[in-house]
């Protein structure tokens, strides 16, 4: 019954049959793609402008947005979007699809991971601020243009330029139905094969769920690449979502049995030094193995690294790089059934 | 006959007495390990670390400078695996191994700088006692390492954001004396492929023009090389390996370890190297791998906006070999792409010792 009611919440948003769709300043009328740029305005720091393309479909049908690169360093999911936009035919597309491939400008070009390099704040912190930095600014507009005027959502992540990582997924809960099990088969459809169970905090999953609006965070690539495996994991995923949410034609396949984690613990760096890891990511752990060691710059060892709890290495520190209280990995630890 | 005056005179550098770099001060025969320390002045300080490994037997020393660009991961992790494996009691003469000199850029993880300064660490030799970070740094390095040794290796790798084929640099100074000694390290350290840096020969430069580490060096009367391996973020066994072996193989060609070193026989020179840099921001897609020869105009790859679209083929600017080509990405107007190194005519190869 609820399930039936969200359906109906979803024909009710979705476009017009012959209505222009806008984000920013790319307009798609039916049957057509349109890019352009949601501007945000100089404030307290510089002005951007963030890329759209509006894939307006030529049938009714939801409204999807896929956000990429609020880090933009991770490189695969910022290389698999303007990838997914190109194949995506608007004529055979059911509802409209809004991209925004890269919202960290600033990090990508000048390669700072994590952070935007202009106010040094991170870009996955929503609402945002009308009147603040660039980051909120920029965040404030992507709420209220894009999650807000969506049906559904998909926010890409990856390994960041120093971390390895296999592709996995986030199921951020509301711990409410019917958009818990929405959320769940949207995962399904993706098709990722390690699934971490989340909840709460201001990621823009979270938020958008607190609005009413299914959306899930996928990862994939790993380190500064954009291998080809990792991109078409992404575009393949959003492709079969596409078809479970009828927005394209064709059956979507649910994957069968994925690993579900129930929650991951974070490892730390102790020391400043040079990490060298001795896991890599999916290596299953026990409490207490060694993940790596530290050693000074004279190459003496300072510090051994070790599994917090017993689990499945979700992504582990790619480069020797290491700082007192810097993350070195994720350790999740496999959910009871 | 020279090289038997060559070999009398550096010997007696280091004949006896301790050897101290920074607060690092060690006995014939012994290791030490400490800091160059650089004290904050208008910008933030620095502790640069330092070992010394003074030999139980006289004989040169030799300075192994690494981590100028501080995320070339290979070169720093070669240098401190190094530094923890020098035997003094087999070493004649003394090493200075400085695996980081550029620690800011090691810990914020920033390619090319120095984050504090936004300096290039391999630029600005001599440096100034006064200057910035950087500045300061290079001056305390010209006089703790650079005065107090003979022979130098300059060890740097392909970038976080680089691809890159393993190469030395041998600088052609016209000083024959250094050319002929830095000619056999560099043959002696073993990558077969040596871009000759000939533009040093006879170059006039502006008064205060500053310089790289080696020819800051070299100015000085040492004899200087630089080695390239690693790349884009990793420290793998095999670039690490060939750091360390190549050192050790220098060390053994100036006779500061016993053995024999079998010099690179037919290694590739390469004459100079042409610069590709980008026209435009964007996605960069590369089509071809380091190492590759490439004729002048093959595409070497493209750039896309954000939209997927193509907007800019990158192509090759001479025919030669990929020296590095750019490992992210990330591409923003005026950055480098590439290098191509042009393969030396027959007549600009150095004649065989």
Redesign the interface.
């Known amino acids: 019954m609820r399930q039936t009611l969200l359906f109906a919440a979803v024909i009710f948003c979705a476009p017009g049959k012959s209505a222009d769709f806008t984000v920013g300043s790319a307009t798609a009328g039916p049957g057509h793609k349109a890019n352009g740029f949601i501007h945000i305005d100089a404030g307290v720091d510089a002005a951007t402008d963030i890329p759209v393309i509006v894939i307006n479909g030529a049938k009714p049908g939801p409204s999807l947005g896929l956000i990429s690169g609020s880090h933009g360093t991770e490189y695969g999911s910022i290389v698999a979007l303007p990838k997914l936009a190109q194949m995506i035919d608007p004529a055979e597309l059911s509802g409209t699809v809004v991209i925004l491939p890269l919202i960290n400008i600033a990090s990508f070009l000048d390669k700072v991971p994590h952070r935007n390099p202009v106010d040094r704040k991170g870009m996955n912190s929503y609402p945002g601020k009308a009147d603040g930095t660039q980051s909120e600014r920029a965040v404030w507009a992507i709420f209220n243009q894009v999650i807000l005027k969506s049906d559904y959502l998909i926010d890409y992540h990856g390994g960041d330029l120093d971390e390895n990582l296999h592709p996995f997924a986030y199921w951020t809960k509301a711990n409410q139905e019917p958009i818990d099990t929405v959320t769940r088969n949207m995962l399904l459809a993706f098709g990722l094969p390690m699934i971490i169970a989340k909840s709460g905090g201001r990621s823009l999953d979270a938020t958008a769920i607190a609005h009413g609006k299914p959306c899930i965070t996928v990862l994939g690539g790993h380190a500064g690449t954009a291998e080809a495996e990792d991109v078409h994991a992404l575009v393949a995923g959003t492709m079969n979502t596409m078809r479970h949410l009828k927005m394209l034609p064709g059956d979507a396949k649910l994957i069968d049995h994925p690993l579900w984690l129930s929650h991951y613990s974070v490892v730390k760096g102790d020391q400043d030094g040079i990490f060298y890891p001795a896991a890599v990511p999916n290596a299953y752990v026990e409490k207490g193995a060694k993940l790596g060691h530290i050693t000074n710059f004279f190459g003496e060892r300072i510090s051994e690294i070790v599994a917090p709890v017993s689990g499945v290495v979700v992504y582990i520190s790619a480069l020797p790089t290491v700082n007192k209280g810097d993350n070195l990995g994720y350790v999740g630890e496999l959910a009871p059934n | 006959m020279r090289a038997n005056v060559l070999v009398i005179l550096v010997c007696a550098a280091a004949m006896g007495g301790d050897l101290t770099v920074g607060t690092a001060t060690a006995r014939q025969g012994q290791r030490a390990?400490g800091f160059i320390e650089i004290p904050a002045a208008g910008d933030s300080g620095s502790r640069i670390?330092a070992?010394v490994v003074n030999g139980a037997k006289p004989g040169p020393t030799l300075a192994l400078v690494a981590g100028s660009h501080g995320?070339e991961?290979a070169s720093?992790?070669a240098m401190?695996?190094?530094?923890?494996?020098a035997d003094p009691s087999r070493l004649s003469g003394a090493l200075i191994i400085v695996?980081?000199v550029n620690?800011s850029s090691?810990?914020e993880?920033?390619?090319h700088l120095n984050p504090v300064d936004r300096k290039n660490m391999n630029r600005f030799y001599p440096g100034k006692p006064d200057g910035t970070i950087t500045e300061r740094a290079s001056w305390a390095i010209g006089k703790e390492v650079v005065d107090k040794c003979d022979y130098l290796i300059d060890l740097h790798g392909g970038d976080?954001?680089e691809n890159l084929r393993q190469y030395t640099y041998w600088a052609n100074t016209g000083n024959q004396r250094l050319d002929t000694v830095s000619k056999g390290m560099v043959l002696a350290f073993g990558f077969d492929h040596i871009v000759i840096q000939g533009a040093r020969a006879n170059a006039q430069r502006p008064p205060g023009a500053t310089s790289a580490l080696s020819r800051f060096a070299e100015d000085k009367g040492k004899v200087a090389i630089t080695a390239e391996a690693g790349h884009?973020?990793t420290?793998n066994a095999e670039d690490v390996d060939a750091l360390i072996r190549g050192c050790t193989n220098v060390m053994r060609y100036l006779k500061m370890l016993p053995g024999t070193v079998t010099p690179v026989e037919h290694p590739l020179w390469i004459a100079r190297y042409s610069v590709v840099t980008s026209e435009h921001?964007g996605?960069f897609y590369p089509l071809t791998v380091p190492e590759a020869y490439v004729q002048k105009g093959v595409k070497i790859g493209f750039v896309?906006?954000?939209?997927?679209e193509n907007i800019s083929d990158v192509t090759a600017p001479i025919t030669g070999v990929v020296l590095y080509i750019a490992?992210?990405?990330?591409?923003?107007k005026g950055d480098n792409i590439s290098y191509i190194g042009e393969i030396a005519e027959a007549d600009a190869v150095p004649a065989p010792r």
């Open positions: 390990t670390p070992i995320t991961y720093i992790v401190a695996q190094l530094a923890k494996a695996p980081l620690p090691f810990l993880k920033v390619p976080l954001d884009a973020g420290a921001d996605i896309t906006n954000y939209f997927g490992a992210v990405p990330s591409l923003k």
